[in-house]
């Protein structure tokens, strides 16, 4: 079955330094997602990404956020100088259309971010 | 956005069946009604979902109040991997963002 990947499982970053996450979605999917968990706490909308644009974002995703897609296959989250409140898991997730009716979303396992 | 309420909390025996409610008493007229859970360490999972009629799929079933003011995910069997925090979430039928709203979700727990 396929599945949305996400590399890597773990990082360990310092306070400041800048953080890329990976993701490769399911590869006929169009419309692309990123969520957070900070622990113990509820998974939290940041962005979605449709036709290489961002098509809504959260209060959450601000200037030190961005995603890309670089190379058709890949969509990847970077944050420019990361906080101590940047620690938390975070979710890719792809889906084929947008719409309410059919459009389920497919998580990853997620990476998580540790800075320390 | 519409809200939902869920207990936080349920427990069940292995092999028994599950209802896990879902409140939601705010919904609008063309708001579909999404399940999802998220078992230990890993992403959320589509479960299942639905607009007015009572729906089945391999996973489970939901079953929808006549006013949509609440709903049921039932599963028919549990397994020890199907403990998991069930989140139950409403989309607006004219969204177009694809964007899920979760909330506090209930953790099911089943014992062997």
């Known amino acids: 079955e396929p599945e949305v990947t996400q590399t890597p499982s773990h990082q360990v970053t310092q306070m400041g330094q800048e953080v890329i996450l990976h993701c490769v979605p399911i590869?006929?999917?169009?419309?692309f997602y990123w969520y957070r968990q900070i622990l113990g706490q509820k998974v939290e909308f940041l962005v979605s990404?449709?036709?290489?644009?961002?098509?809504?974002k959260s209060e959450i995703f601000d200037d030190q956020f961005s995603v890309e897609r670089p190379d058709g296959s890949n969509f990847t989250l970077k944050i420019r100088s990361t906080k101590l409140e940047d620690s938390a898991m975070y979710f890719c997730?792809?889906?084929?259309?947008?719409?309410?009716?059919?459009?389920?979303?497919?998580f990853g396992e997620g990476s998580r971010l540790t800075v320390l | 956005d519409a809200k939902t309420t869920q207990p936080n909390s349920m427990e069940s025996n292995e092999e028994e069946p599950v209802h896990l409610p879902c409140n939601h008493s705010?919904?609008?007229?063309?708001?579909?009604i999404h399940w999802y859970r998220q078992l230990p360490s890993q992403g959320p999972e589509y479960v299942i979902h639905?607009?007015?009629s009572n729906v089945n799929n391999r996973m489970a079933s939901l079953a929808i109040a006549e006013d949509r003011k609440s709903s049921t995910l039932i599963l028919h069997r549990a397994t020890l991997r199907d403990a998991a925090v069930y989140y139950c979430?409403?989309?607006?039928?004219?969204?177009?963002?694809?964007?899920?709203?979760f909330g506090q979700g209930t953790t099911l727990q089943v014992k062997p």
């Open positions: 997730a792809s889906s084929e259309v947008r719409t309410t009716n059919t459009g389920e979303l497919f």
């Open positions: 639905g607009l007015t």
């Open positions: 979430i409403l989309r607006p039928g004219s969204s177009n963002t694809g964007k899920l709203i």
């Open positions: 705010t919904i609008s007229g063309t708001d579909y």
């Open positions: 990404f449709y036709n290489n644009e961002i098509s809504e």
């Open positions: 590869s006929n999917h169009l419309y």
